[in-house]
């Protein structure tokens, strides 16, 4: 059979400042796609996907092929020049990227956005300069031939009310429209594949199922061929035919999508397959990968993965590997055939014996002594944890938030805020949550719900409008306001340590800022320091290292680190696993458990990935349009949700569940549009509009948040059904009635 | 919509009304009595006693300096700015007949300026660390280190003397303008062309000019209309400050051009200590000044559609 894409034995290197190597990005890539195919193409950052997939499209820059062919439809592109180039970018091969909020021209309405891509479809080779200029400058999309097809195309990716949007900016989107817009304007060009760079990774869950679901029935359709890029093996399952794993620039493995899941053959696949935290107990530790993450900077000749792998032999650092068949259509880059038939657990339970502390190390790390000796330490924690669901309401809690509201200034207008006539846009809406010691409480909802602002609000970077935040039964106000010892009970880690760490300073400077400012004396902060990085598994080296020089997980241990530097008695986590590659993920959400363990801390987590939440959190609370809607036990809310919101949440997870939600009401579809502007909330039940199973009722009435079922100790809802949601559900776990801590928290 | 503009005319009224303060201020400071010097000039001879009181009387030196800045400010709301003490010409109709001399010269160095760096600009960027960015560089560079005399003197020097092809001074015609609009612009032009070069590098790098070219557009709109729009944001302000600094060197460049216009009006004032004159022009370039930041910011709104329009709850959080 002809493929209709076919990328053989490709090589991309990165130019790089003169004398230095040039960075290996793709190094012998071979794989192929037939029409009307999807192939999930997966690997973690610095895997060479990226740089694979707009090689394709010969947008490889800074690289540079250097060797190998990509051949489409019998042509071939390496070779080709720019009008062939522009002929097939503009009809055959169109490509969405990853952050729509950066893909998308910022001065040129949607509509005109669109519209280009069906004049260049139209004619690639002339495009009048002139024409296309003035087109530009026109904040109307005046074609009426031209405005029918956008206004079809942006109905066909799910746009809803496309006739009002057409001339509205990117700016005015949310980032799934923004991502959908991208993929009208893809299919604007019909063409025959579609490469999709993680076109999810950006968004939310619930987004995200939306817009894969879109691809899906894109697909179908039309026949069109996908190449959908991902660092999530999970996400792209459901909807590919076959899988291309890829590691360090080579594919280590691939095959039929259902084959390569069952079987995963590779050590490397095996690891990224279990280092998932929905694939793992809740509670326990995360495998992980051993070794460094892959920079380019490998030997020649042997297996990429070698240095990571608990059953590389001698012979894997130097000679190539042999690719195996393991099955029909399914090869795998591994000549040792103990590590290809090994189970998955069997890969987990091959600890390394080398220690964690290196596990991010770049290819200059040292020994070091010091995080030897705590990972030691670290490693033989494996055991289960002990939920703290036995008596929740024993200990007095730390933080408490009492009916907390906060509001935003609509506009920043001078004369607005003199004459006071400014929209107040509510983020957090009368919320009223309690946090333990020892406890977490995972916070979840879509983005722009206000979890991030509830955040912080209790790590008093902002003040409430009305209500109050207590900290140890005293109510506090913002952090100028706190007492020192108030500002040392919390620590906050942000989402990006990119930029919450300051370039400029070195790791230690970075960690020493908050003792500093707490006038600890020269010596005692460098012990400090010291003992941090070593808290959190970073040699004391790092100490003089900058954060440029670090990996994504490595900065978000520092800027642990440094929330922990007072000891504080409350971790405040906003996402802070959200911009990480799934196995660095699973090895800060390892440290994140030992800390807590080891120092008793009560922790807030924001998240919306709600795998990680039900692995870490004793309690989820849900929000909503800056409501909680939803509180209770992580265990009972998240497989027996009492509000179809958190249904819905749990239905847009990606990949296979052993226990699929067992309401009735979970609808992906329901939540594909955006949620309410939160200035104008809707009347009644705030969820009515998106909600799969509301009534009549639901637009009149407002549900309190009320506990449900089991007198004042069960979940607590804001569903005016909920106790019919929780009949519905599976048998409910016997221990409920040791659930939830009940009147302190509303 | 209706509040905006209001607020903004609010701002101008309050930096207008600063200005004029400080002008009026600054001049009445100044030392040396502009009675004596005026009639000594017109006598040849020290004036009397009695002359120079009759002239403070006149002119209203006598009364405190706060009801002579408010006569005077009431008067300039009028549109009255005084008489030239020693034109014996109201100084309205003085600014009336130098202004369009020096606004056409300011414009003319404007746009000499936006010809030539905007294009430069984008071709140094596009051409990164080329023999061509190098070059453009180096002129830049040069640009921006000539003093505006100088320049004027040279293109004087071949021009003028040498070929011949343009008068030597004066104004009127548009060959007239065309050194001075040359000298002045230079400066200028030297100090957008490296400002665009970097906006377009950085807009360069942008996803969206990726996704552009992945669309299959020409590479020739990739960078016209995809990155240089993005990237004339920023050099917009410079712009407009860069107007401002061109009505000062406009002072210059008409003197050496001996061009009647604002500047030569200007210091021919300051030397004769002729004060309305001085505040007058001050308080119109000041006026020339606040008004193009204005438009500025209305260039903005036009430029980038995230300023103003839209807005409200759509940045979500
Ligand atoms: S066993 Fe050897 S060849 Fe196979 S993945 Fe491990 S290091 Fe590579
Ligand atoms: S109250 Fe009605 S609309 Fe709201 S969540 Fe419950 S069923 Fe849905």
């Known amino acids: 059979m002809n493929a209709l894409l076919e990328i053989d034995d490709l090589h991309v290197r990165f130019r790089s400042r003169a004398g230095s190597e040039p960075v290996r990005a793709v190094d012998g890539a071979s794989f192929r796609i037939e029409p009307g195919e999807i192939v999930g193409l997966v690997g973690e950052s610095g895997s060479g996907k990226s740089v694979t997939a707009r090689s394709i499209v010969r947008l490889e820059e800074p690289g540079e092929i250097v060797d190998g062919n990509i051949r489409f439809d019998g042509r071939e592109l390496t070779t080709a020049d720019d009008r062939t180039l522009r002929r097939l970018r503009g009809r055959e091969l169109a490509t969405v990227f990853q952050d729509p909020s950066t893909s998308l021209n910022p001065v040129y309405t949607v509509g005109e956005q669109i519209a280009e891509a069906l004049r260049v479809r139209s004619d690639p080779d002339r495009q009048p300069f002139f024409r296309e200029l003035i087109l530009g400058a026109s904040s109307r999309l005046r074609s009426r031939a031209l405005r029918s097809d956008v206004l079809d195309l942006m109905e066909t990716v799910g746009i809803p009310r496309p006739a009002e949007r057409i001339d509205d900016y990117p700016h005015q989107f949310s980032g799934g429209m923004r991502q959908r817009v991208m993929l009208a304007i893809a299919l604007a060009r019909r063409p025959s594949v579609l490469i999709a760079d993680e076109p999810t990774t950006a968004l939310d869950t619930t987004t995200q199922a939306a817009i894969l679901e879109r691809l899906a029935a894109l697909n179908e359709e039309r026949e069109m061929s996908v190449l959908l890029i991902s660092h999530d093996l999970d996400v792209v399952a459901e909807l590919c035919d076959r899988l291309v794993v890829m590691y360090d620039g080579t594919v280590v493995e691939r095959g039929p999508v259902d084959d390569l899941r069952s079987n995963p053959a590779h050590p490397y696949t095996k690891a990224l397959l279990g280092c998932l935290p929905r694939r793992s107990k809740p509670g326990t530790r995360l495998p992980t990968i051993d070794g460094s993450p892959s920079d380019g900077s490998r030997p020649q000749n042997g297996c990429a993965f070698a240095d990571r792998c608990s059953f590389a032999r001698e012979d894997c650092y130097s000679t190539a590997q042999p690719t195996v068949s393991v099955g029909e259509d399914h090869t795998v880059a591994c000549g040792v055939p103990d590590a290809r038939e090994s189970t998955l657990e069997g890969a987990a339970a091959n600890p390394n014996p080398e220690p964690e502390s290196t596990s991010e190390a770049t290819g200059t790390a040292t020994t070091a002594d010091t995080a030897l000796a705590v990972d030691g330490g670290a490693d033989a924690r494996t055991g289960e944890r002990v939920r703290r669901d036995d008596d929740p309401t024993a200990g007095t809690p730390i933080v408490e938030l009492e009916a907390v509201e906060k509001s935003f200034r609509g506009s920043d207008a001078l004369l607005d805020r003199l004459f006071g006539t400014d929209e107040r846009v509510p983020a957090v809406d009368g919320v009223s949550l309690a946090l333990r010691p020892g406890e977490t409480v995972g916070l979840v909802g879509e983005s722009g719900c206000g979890k991030s602002t509830l955040a912080r609000l209790i790590a008093g970077l902002e003040e409430p409008t009305v209500g109050a935040v207590r900290l140890r039964g005293t109510a506090v106000g913002g952090v100028d306001a706190r007492t020192d010892d108030q500002r040392a009970e919390i620590g906050v880690v942000f989402q990006h340590p990119g930029t919450s760490l300051d370039p400029k300073r070195t790791v230690g400077e970075s960690i020493a800022e908050p003792l500093i400012e707490a006038g600890w004396a020269a010596t005692r902060r460098e012990d400090r320091v010291a003992e941090l990085l070593s808290l959190v598994d970073l040699p004391l080296e790092y100490a003089d290292r900058f954060p440029r020089q670090l990996s994504g997980g490595q900065r978000q241990r520092v800027a642990i680190a440094r929330a922990l530097a007072l000891e504080p008695s409350v971790l405040v986590l906003d996402e802070p696993t959200a911009a990480l590659d799934v196995s660095t993920q699973a090895t800060i959400l390892n440290l994140l458990a030992d800390l807590r363990d080891e120092l008793g801390l009560a922790c807030l987590f924001v998240s919306h990935d709600l795998d990680v939440v039900r692995h870490v959190a004793d309690r989820v609370a849900v929000m909503y349009l800056g409501r909680l809607v939803e509180v209770g036990r992580t265990e009972r809310t998240l497989s027996n949700p009492t509000h179809p919101y958190t249904a819905t949440l749990l239905a847009s997870l990606p990949g296979d569940r052993d226990d699929p939600v067992p309401t009735a009401v979970a609808d992906r579809d329901a939540l594909a549009g955006d949620p309410p502007s939160p200035t104008d909330p809707p009347a009644g039940c705030a969820f009515h509009p998106r909600c799969p199973v509301a009534t009549e009722e639901c637009r009149r009435r407002e549900p309190p948040l009320e506990s449900v079922g089991d007198g004042t100790l069960g979940p607590r809802s804001r569903c005016l059904y909920a106790p019919e949601w929780i009949e519905a559900g599976a048998d409910p776990p016997s221990d409920v009635d040791a659930s939830d801590p009940g009147p302190d928290d509303e | ?317």
């Open chain 2, 1 to 317: 919509m209706i509040r905006a503009l209001l607020a903004r005319l609010g701002s101008l009224a309050a930096v207008m009304a600063t200005v004029s303060f400080v002008t009026f201020g600054f001049v009445s400071l100044t030392p040396g009595d502009p009675a004596h010097t005026i009639l000594r000039e017109q006598r040849q001879s020290p004036p009397s006693e009695r002359e120079v009181a009759a002239f403070r009387a006149e002119h209203g030196f006598d009364e405190p300096f706060v009801v002579r800045y408010f006569s005077w400010l009431g008067d300039a709301v009028r549109g009255d700015l005084g008489t030239s003490y020693y034109q014996s010409e109201p100084v309205t109709s003085l600014l009336v007949e130098h202004l369009p001399n020096t606004l056409e010269l300011a414009l003319a160095a404007t746009a000499v300026a936006l010809v030539v760096a905007v294009p430069l600009g984008v071709v140094s960027a596009v051409h990164h660390e080329t023999w061509i960015d190098r070059t453009g560089q180096i002129a830049a560079l040069v640009g921006v280190s000539m003093p505006n005399f100088w320049l004027g003197y040279l293109l004087i020097l071949v021009c003028s003397l040498r070929l011949g092809v343009t008068p030597v001074s004066g104004a009127g015609t548009l060959s007239h303008l065309v050194l001075p609009a040359i000298t002045l612009g230079t400066g200028m032009a030297a100090v957008i062309t490296r400002l665009v070069r970097t906006s377009m590098l950085e807009v360069l790098e942008a996803e969206y000019v990726t996704a552009a070219r992945s669309k299959g557009v020409r590479e020739r709109l990739v960078v016209y209309k995809h990155a240089l729009r993005n990237a004339l944001v920023p050099v917009v302000t410079i712009v407009g400050l860069q107007f401002g600094f061109v009505l000062n060197g406009a002072v210059v460049v008409e003197v050496v051009f001996q061009r009647p216009g604002l500047g030569t009006l200007l210091v021919d004032a300051i030397f004769a200590r002729d004060y309305p004159i001085v505040q007058g022009v001050v308080l119109v370039t000041a006026f020339a000044f606040v008004v193009t930041n204005q438009l500025v910011d209305l260039a903005y709104v036009a430029l980038d559609p995230r300023i103003e329009r839209g807005g409200g709850g759509d940045d979500r959080r």
